[in-house]
């Protein structure tokens, strides 16, 4: 059984309100499996194809040229993945809130990716003690952090199974860099549910439609955002 990327696309950062001008190279992400390291892309650059991945464990690895902030979320729908793709605001991707990461032990010691429509995971570096990554590896402003997948835990079934195992056809990565300023934005789902017409529209719609937010105002304090990448793992 193998493990095949077939779409990954990228998002143009200009185009996105909410992106700090502070940027210094974008992200780059790659996969690591069988000692054999593929590119997947980087946030400005075009998409490539990756192919002949076995269904077992491997290695995210993320070149940062900031210090490292990343949420990453993985879902087994294309909701997220598609309105992070729709260069949706990144303050209406409610998975990506402050408050909805998953807490994880430091230096990835469970190997675990959490499946969820209304999370993310929060992956930093602050020293060699205090970080999500397996490892970091710092070479003058590059920060080259790894982080191995061993087993996929679902969030509604609170089941961890080791990825050889996993029934999921196809899972949709949805992976934002910030830095570490804040700005802070109330929200009014309903004023954009009273506007059919907005790229936001049917992505809130979702989400309230499947309780994952309610329609109240709501008020939160957001990392700026320096960058996305969006890809899909589709298994045979």
């Not at 087993?151 to 899972?171: C, Q, W």
């Amino acid at each position: 059984m193998k493990l095949i990327i077939n779409t990954i696309i990228i998002i143009s950062l200009v185009s996105v309100p909410g992106f700090s001008d502070n940027i210094k190279k974008p992200m780059e992400v790659y996969i690591i499996q069988d000692g054999k390291e593929m590119k997947v892309s980087s946030s400005r650059d075009k998409a490539s194809l990756v192919s002949n991945i076995s269904k077992k464990e491997f290695s995210l690895k993320f070149v940062l040229y900031n210090k490292p902030y990343i949420k990453v979320n993985v879902s087994d729908n294309s909701y997220i993945y598609n309105a992070a793709l729709n260069n949706i605001d990144q303050v209406y991707l409610f998975p990506f809130f402050t408050g909805c990461s998953f807490a994880e032990n430091n230096l990835n010691k469970d190997k675990d990716c959490i499946l969820s429509n209304d999370a993310n995971h929060f992956w930093y570096y602050e020293n060699k003690t205090d970080s999500r990554f397996d490892s970091v590896k710092i070479e003058g402003d590059k920060y080259i952090c790894i982080r191995t997948i061993k087993n996929i835990y679902n969030r509604e079934t609170k089941e961890a199974v080791n990825i050889s195992k996993i029934k999921n056809k196809e899972l949709y990565f949805t992976i934002l860099e910030y830095n570490n300023r804040e700005f802070n934005k109330t929200i009014n789902w309903g004023d954009i549910l009273n506007d059919p017409a907005s790229k936001h529209y049917s992505f809130i719609k979702w989400g309230l439609d499947n309780d994952l937010i309610d329609s109240s105002t709501y008020e939160e304090d957001f990392f700026e955002e320096l960058g996305r990448v969006c890809f899909i793992v589709k298994f045979k």
